[in-house]
């Protein structure tokens, strides 16, 4: 079974600065990834996915993620933060049959 | 429209009450989710309906019953509920179930609020 890492519990960033949030996963196939985004006590908001092709991805907010098959990574990056940016950062792994697995998630401060 | 739509927002419930959650997706697509989620931890699988049918349950106890009446509509029923059982629950469909290269992407509802006393 398919399963996450995010390594980093929690990040804190100063506005303005750049952001990377980093994600291993673990799957024998090629892995249907994505990003989740949550704010406090919303549901979860899709900033972007990877399924084939293009390993630099674009999403919503100015967010990009790189898949690299060689690392087991799909990490995600923001060139500059803005204090809207915080909330909780979910990675995802899925497979054919819809079983989506989320990593332990990694939860951003942005500092003024 | 990417809606997915959760009622109530929060509910508070005594352990003999008998709840349901419903969610609601006008999108056409024929998986829907059920997730639970703890304060601080990712949401975790409860159940899978595809085309209406109960399709994946990851063993989740007796006392949650899910109900999909149609293409539209997903309830989860309460019944007999702990105090550990309080957490945030999220509906999520999908386009496609199962099968093939399916390019599920999942839209999730904002979620359920549940306190158990």
């Known amino acids: 079974a398919q399963s996450v890492t995010q390594p980093d519990i929690h990040i804190t960033v100063s506005e303005g600065a750049s952001l990377e949030l980093r994600c291993n996963y673990s799957y024998g196939a090629t892995p249907y990834l994505f990003w989740y985004v949550q704010s406090p006590g919303q549901g979860l908001q899709l900033l972007l996915k990877?399924?084939?092709?293009?390993?630099l991805v674009q999403g919503i907010k100015g967010f990009e993620a790189e898949f690299k098959r060689s690392q087991s990574s799909f990490n995600l990056r923001k060139p500059s933060v803005h204090w809207s940016d915080a909330a909780e950062y979910f990675c995802?792994?899925?497979?054919?049959?819809?079983?989506?697995?989320f990593g332990a998630g990694t939860r951003l401060t942005v500092k003024p | 429209d990417t809606e997915v739509t959760q009622t109530p927002k929060h509910l508070v419930m005594g352990m003999t009450n008998k709840k349901s959650l419903k969610c609601e997706q006008h999108?056409?697509?024929?998986?829907m989710y059920w997730y639970k989620q703890k304060a601080k931890k990712p949401p975790e699988l409860m159940f899978v309906y595809s085309y209406e049918k109960l399709s994946i349950n990851e063993s989740v106890p007796s006392r949650f019953s899910p109900e999909c009446p149609n293409s539209s509509l997903l309830n989860l029923h309460l019944h007999a509920l702990q105090p550990e059982d309080s957490a945030l629950y999220l509906c999520?469909?999908?386009?496609?179930?199962?099968?093939?290269?399916?390019?599920?992407?999942?839209?999730f509802g904002a979620g359920t609020r549940l306190s158990v006393l």
């Open positions: 995802a792994v899925g497979d054919n049959n819809n079983d989506m697995r």
């Open positions: 999108m056409g697509h024929r998986a």
């Open positions: 990877y399924f084939s092709g293009d390993t």
């Open positions: 999520a469909s999908s386009r496609i179930a199962g099968g093939g290269l399916a390019k599920n992407i999942q839209y």
